[in-house]
């Protein structure tokens, strides 16, 4: 993906599972949520799979091990392994071992897949600032993490020691709703000591690198439902991205996307892989897709035509952008995403 700014959604000829050799798949969201499996989920990676198509599961929460998150998948119904799985956790760990010698005690605010990734590092994790640690790394430790937690994290970045995050998600999905994420405990830190720590995860190169790195992928494909992780992630490592409608962004904040949140392409959930992307052309000063045609008015976004939804939403992505440029787009496209039935 060229880090030029994009102005439209790209079409493919080809299917995106054999365009691609490796699908970098986020899982809240796109594969599961709540935890149970998106619809159409699969049965689309499966088909993926079977036509050559690596799939490799990244993901931010550095709560559970990998052997945890692909024996839940596997329980969906998607054959997983450890080493398909790559998590915040490992890159931070990754990170961290660069930084500090091997054997150096950790002080670890978080869960066991934390931990586990730590002494992949050769690294010690300790509990309390009085350990002489080394570093201090912060990932989610899920709902019954003791405050106290946050209390040693800030006695020893206080003292002058290296401060790590795994990742900074402010919210984290779960089955009841929206919940804190780390991000919010790693303000708690910073309130405490005004202090800034490395980040290791989406969206930010770490991670890109550690995903690199264990799966030897050479034409990578993002696959997520967040701008500004997932598909903030590809344009940092200029690979291209395809989001789905299945998680967090819904079609305002996609046409409101500034360059760095501006997916290759996007589909409605996991079959996207599968097929095709239909071409976004230029049309006497308008933007075509399938039927429907989409121009950027003095005030709002105009749509005229008839067709698939999808295609629709694909040509006002195109007016949007190019009317924003470096920017969002704020011209209103309430009636014309009414007509798409969002």
């Not at 102005?7 to 899982?27: H, I, K, M, P, V």
């Not at 596997?74 to 997983?80: A, F, Q, R, Y």
């Not at 206080?158 to 089955?175: E, H, M, Q």
Request: proline share 6%; glycine share 14%; with cysteine.
């Amino acid at each position: 993906m060229s880090r030029s700014v994009r102005t439209r959604l790209e079409g493919s000829g080809q299917a995106l599972s054999e365009a691609y050799d490796t699908a970098l798949l986020d899982l809240d969201g796109v594969v599961y949520a709540g935890g149970n499996a998106i619809a159409h989920a699969v049965e689309s990676l499966a088909a993926a799979r079977e036509g050559g198509m690596r799939l490799a599961y990244v993901t931010n929460n550095a709560l559970r091990t990998p052997d945890t998150v692909a024996d839940h998948l596997t329980e969906l119904g998607i054959p997983t392994g450890a080493d398909d799985v790559i998590t915040s956790a490992q890159a931070v760990a990754r990170l961290i071992s660069e930084q500090v010698p091997r054997g150096a005690r950790v002080l670890v605010v978080g869960g066991e897949g934390l931990r586990v990734a730590l002494r992949e590092r050769g690294l010690v994790p300790v509990e309390s600032a009085d350990d002489d640690p080394a570093a201090v790394v912060q990932g989610f430790g899920g709902a019954d993490l003791p405050w106290g937690r946050f209390a040693e994290a800030s006695y020893a970045v206080a003292r002058g020691v290296p401060w790590f995050a795994s990742n900074t998600d402010l919210t984290i999905p779960s089955g009841r709703g929206i919940a804190p994420g780390n991000g919010a405990a790693v303000e708690v830190v910073r309130i405490a000591t005004g202090a800034e720590p490395q980040v290791a995860g989406k969206p930010l190169p770490p991670m890109h690198r550690e995903t690199i790195l264990r799966t030897g992928a050479e034409r990578p494909l993002v696959v997520g439902d967040r701008l500004d992780t997932d598909i903030e992630g590809a344009f940092n490592g200029d690979v291209d991205s395809l989001l789905v409608l299945t998680g967090v962004t819904d079609a305002p904040r996609l046409l409101a996307a500034p360059p760095q949140h501006r997916p290759t392409f996007v589909d409605a959930d996991l079959r996207g892989l599968l097929t095709g992307q239909p071409e976004v052309a230029g049309d006497d000063g308008g933007f075509r897709c399938g039927g429907w045609t989409a121009r950027a008015g003095a005030e709002r976004l105009e749509l005229s035509g008839d067709g698939e939804a999808l295609d629709g939403l694909r040509a006002l992505c195109a007016a949007a952008w190019t009317a924003a440029g470096e920017g969002g787009c704020e011209l209103d496209a309430g009636k014309a995403l009414a007509r798409l039935g969002w």
